[in-house]
Every structure is written in C-alpha cells, then in structure tokens.
C-alpha cells in the first residue's frame, strides 16, 4: 500500500504549484465574494433607498393632495404625474368612489394589483386599519425585492393617512443586476489571472526551492555511486545552505573514513598476500620432507608414526590454506582472470569426482555433449568445493544434475546472443543447513557452531567457489530441500565471453 501510495503521489514541484494556486484561488474567491456581496448591498440600497425616498415625496405631493374620493380621472392623472419622477418606476393607485366601488388606475398598463405580493398588501392593509380615520398626509412605506419572471423588481406600498388612496410602486431593478453581473464577471476574471499568476509565482518560487533541493540529490547520488569527492556550492545563510553545509562535512568525513578503511583493508590484502608468498617456501621445503617421510613411513618406528601422519595431514591443510589465501588476495586485488575454453560439462564433472576418487559416493545426472565455454579450472574449483562440502558434511550419496534453461536478464549481458545459461544442482542427504546459517555458508572462516573453532577445512571454500561463479557472471545459492538435505544451485552463462573481455579491458586501464 506505500510503494502504490508512493507511486501516485505527484512530484514535489506539483505538490508546490498545487498548493500555491490552492490557496490563491482560496484568497481570490473569498475577497472576490466579500467584494461582491458588499458591493450589492450597496448597490441594492442605494437604489432601493433612493426610488423609496423619491416615492414617499411624489405620494405626498400628489396623492396627499387629492380630494376625499376622488374621480378615476384624478386618480389616473396623479398616477401618471407621479411615474414622471427619475427613478422610472410604475405607480398603481386605489381608492373608493362616491358609489362606493373601488377605481384602480396604474401609470403602466402592465402593473396590475396582481403583480403586488400579497404580503405586501397585508401589511399596507393591516397599516390602513391601525392608522383610523382623519385627515392628513401622513404614512408608511411597506417594500419588498422579488423577481417576475426574469426581472427582479423593488415594490413598495403605502396608503395615505385619512382614509386615502392606496398607493403602489413597482421599479426595475434589471440595470442594477446587469451591473452586478459585469461586476461578478470582472470579479471571476479578476480571479483567473490571479489564479494564473500564483501558478506562475508558484513555479519560479518552486524552481527557487527546489534547485538547491536538487543539486543536493544529484550530489547524494554521485556520493552513493562512489565520488566521495563530491562538494556542494554554498551560499546564503539560509536552511537549505546550512543542509548543503552539512552534507559537505558528511562527505568529507565519510571520505575520510572511507580513505582510511581503505588504507587498513589495503594493508591487510597487502599483509595477507606477502605471508602467503612468505609462506610458500617454508612450505615447499616442509612438503618435499613430508612426502619422503610418507615414502618410508612403512620403515619408521611404530611410536613416531601417528606423529609423522598428523605432521604430513597438517602440512597439506596448510599449504591448502595458503593457496586459499593466495587466491582470495587475487580476487580482493582484482587480478583473476578468466581462461575460456569450450568445456563438455559432463566430462567436466566425472574428472572433477574422478581425480578425488569420489564416483563410488556421487550420482550424476548429466547428458553428454553440453557444451559451456567455461574456465576448466575455476569450474573445477567449483565442483570440488561444492561436492567436497555435500560429502563432508551431508554424506554420500551426492546427487549432482546439470541442466541447462533460457538465458534470464540477470545474465543477458554477460552472455553472448542465443546462448542459454547452465545450471548444476548439488543435493546431499543429510540434516540440511539450520535457517540461521543459511545466509552465511558463503562468508569467509564463518563457523556455524563457536563451539567447533577448528575443522578440517579452511573456511574458505564456498567463499572461493563463489568468487569464481561470480568472475563467471554467476551466481551460487544454497536451500534446504523439502525432502532433507541441502541443496547448492550454481548457475552460469553458457558463454560470458563479454564479461572476460570487459574485465581484460579493466585490468589493461590499470
């Protein structure tokens, strides 16, 4: 779930713009809303106040002044005098006649008594019975903003103190709304270059971070590949110069670690190496002895011989253990070479069981004429080590199958075009590797048990024959089979002529 959550998360660039445009377009919408509705507040009360203002004087100018019960005639020219004022709105009086029917005339024949919501006419009606009867020119306006149709409209309603007519004001609010909607758009506008500008702002302000960002990574995966030389350019004072600042102490002291841990494991290959050259003549001397002391060990007396065999079986295990060092220096400096030759495998295996006189112990499972272009040697040092340690430790019998498959990409470029990888299982039957010492058959003098510091072997063994699947472009693994037993799986390509002539072409740079 982390590895998917990690793969859909966008980079940190994007993550900056998003951020950055997010909350400018928060900034921008929100001032943008406040802008509008304080504005259309103002404009709505303006105009509302200005058209209520301009009625209550017109109401009492003209319908203030009409006589008790006056005629439809007089009421239609006070309606029309009235809808004459600057505001442009529509005017609807009603009052009763002497015969006691109502008259209701408008300025505007599409301004009916229909149009008025009837909450407004309650409260001018409930205003005219609270106010009595008497004389004067004294009321109250009653207004409301609704919208007929697509229109929205401010309608005002009052009625003249004294049993008067009825009055009605109807003004379009439409310029006012077309102002509004130009301002909303001029707001949005406003808002998407606002937008456009903070991505914009965003990316420079993003490329500004994240550059020092950046060169700080290019230079942590230059340190990992190796160049602990590697510095960054500090400048400024600020976070991201006291990282830099601080990963330039890192890679210094981590050079200098690394220089000296190189100049110890330098000195010891150096050491390793020299006691083994040191060695080789005492020891060539020390086995000349011991194989005249193996020739007449049938005419020695009976008490000195097990001395004289534990000194001949000792200086075999050593002169062993100096050609185990000897070998290890050369892989640790670098200078093995691989000598290629085209190998029937079978063949290969039966000479390897054949020279230690191990057929009677190991099966082979091996079709001839499987032909690998191997180093004979080294895959003879292979075989030994590997079948050697199945003997010792799993008992005979040693099952040993070669087989060969498909080329897989771990060795394609290693291998030559068309040629497939080769594989070789070594199976014992004994107790198998306990699971706490399977990931370190392979390390060098690793002993399973503390208990048992010493063994026959040097320790070295399965570390060699690794080093040698490797320089091959190999690989070795060690299970444990389901049935018992341990099972070694050495794997190789059937021709790494690439990799001999690239580690030829290293060597010659040397």
């Given at each position: 779930m982390r590895d998917w959550?990690?793969?859909?998360?966008?980079?940190?660039?994007?993550?900056?713009?998003?951020?950055?445009?997010?909350?400018?377009?928060?900034?921008?919408?929100?001032?943008?809303?406040?802008?509008?509705?304080?504005?259309?507040?103002?404009?709505?009360?303006?105009?509302?106040?200005?058209?209520?203002?301009?009625?209550?004087?017109?109401?009492?100018?003209?319908?203030?002044?009409?006589?008790?019960?006056?005629?439809?005639?007089?009421?239609q020219d006070a309606a029309v005098a009235m809808s004459r004022s600057t505001q442009n709105y529509e005017v609807l009086l009603i009052d009763r006649q002497r015969d006691g029917q109502r008259c209701a005339v408008t300025s505007s024949g599409a301004f009916s008594l229909d149009d008025v919501p009837p909450k407004l006419q309650r409260a001018v009606g409930e205003r005219r019975k609270s106010s009595g009867e008497g004389k004067g020119a004294a009321y109250h306006l009653y207004w409301q903003r609704v919208a007929q149709g697509d229109t929205p409209y401010l309608l005002s309603g009052a009625t003249v103190i004294g049993d008067g007519p009825t009055g009605y004001m109807r003004k379009s609010l439409e310029p006012e709304r077309d102002d509004l909607t130009s301002l909303a758009w001029s707001l949005a506008i406003a808002t998407g270059l606002a937008l456009i500008g903070s991505v914009l702002l965003a990316q420079a302000a993003a490329s500004t971070v994240l550059r020092p960002v950046q060169r700080l990574g290019e230079a942590a995966r230059r340190l990992g590949e190796g160049k602990l030389d590697t510095?960054?350019?500090?400048?400024?004072?600020?976070?991201?110069?006291?990282?830099?600042?601080?990963?330039?102490?890192?890679?210094?002291?981590?050079?200098?670690?690394?220089?000296?841990l190189s100049a110890r494991e330098q000195a010891s290959r150096r050491f390793v190496a020299d006691m083994s050259h040191e060695l080789r003549t005492p020891l060539t001397a020390i086995s000349a002895v011991t194989e005249v002391l193996e020739d007449e060990q049938e005419n020695l007396d009976p008490m000195i011989e097990p001395a004289v065999?534990?000194?001949?079986?000792?200086?075999?295990?050593?002169?062993?253990?100096?050609?185990?060092?000897?070998?290890?220096?050369?892989?640790?400096?670098?200078?093995a070479r691989l000598v290629l030759d085209n190998v029937d495998v079978a063949d290969q295996v039966t000479a390897c069981i054949d020279a230690r006189a191990w057929l009677d112990a190991v099966e082979l499972d091996a079709e001839r004429g499987i032909i690998a272009r191997l180093d004979p040697r080294r895959l003879d040092v292979i075989l030994a080590n590997l079948i050697g340690n199945a003997l010792k430790h799993g008992g005979s019998p040693v099952r040993v199958s070669v087989r060969t498959e498909e080329c897989p990409e771990a060795h394609a470029e290693t291998a030559e075009p068309g040629t497939g990888k080769l594989v070789i299982e070594v199976s014992d039957n004994g107790p198998g590797i306990?699971?706490?010492?399977?990931?370190?058959?392979?390390?060098?003098?690793?002993?399973?048990?503390?208990?048992?510091?010493?063994?026959?072997?040097?320790?070295?063994?399965?570390?060699?024959?690794?080093?040698?699947?490797?320089?091959?472009g190999g690989e070795i693994t060690a299970r444990n089979s389901p049935e018992g037993g341990a099972v070694f799986t050495l794997e190789l390509p059937q021709d790494p002529s690439r990799l001999a002539a690239a580690a030829d072409e290293e060597g010659d740079d040397r």
């Open positions: 959550l990690v793969g859909v998360m966008p980079s940190l660039r994007l993550r900056l713009v998003i951020v950055f445009a997010l909350v400018a377009l928060s900034a921008a919408v929100a001032a943008s809303g406040i802008a509008y509705w304080l504005t259309r507040d103002a404009v709505l009360t303006r105009a509302q106040t200005a058209a209520l203002d301009d009625f209550r004087k017109t109401l009492g100018d003209h319908a203030g002044t009409l006589p008790p019960r006056p005629t439809c005639e007089q009421l510095r960054l350019k500090v400048s400024g004072t600020d976070e991201l110069a006291d990282l830099s600042r601080t990963f330039n102490a890192t890679a210094a002291a981590l050079e200098e670690r690394v220089a000296d065999q534990l000194v001949i079986s000792e200086t075999r295990r050593l002169n062993d253990l100096v050609e185990n060092l000897m070998e290890v220096t050369r892989f640790d400096a670098g200078t306990p699971e706490e010492v399977l990931p370190h058959v392979f390390d060098r003098f690793y002993k399973a048990s503390a208990s048992r510091p010493r063994s026959e072997g040097s320790g070295l063994g399965l570390s060699i024959a690794l080093e040698n699947a490797h320089i091959h």
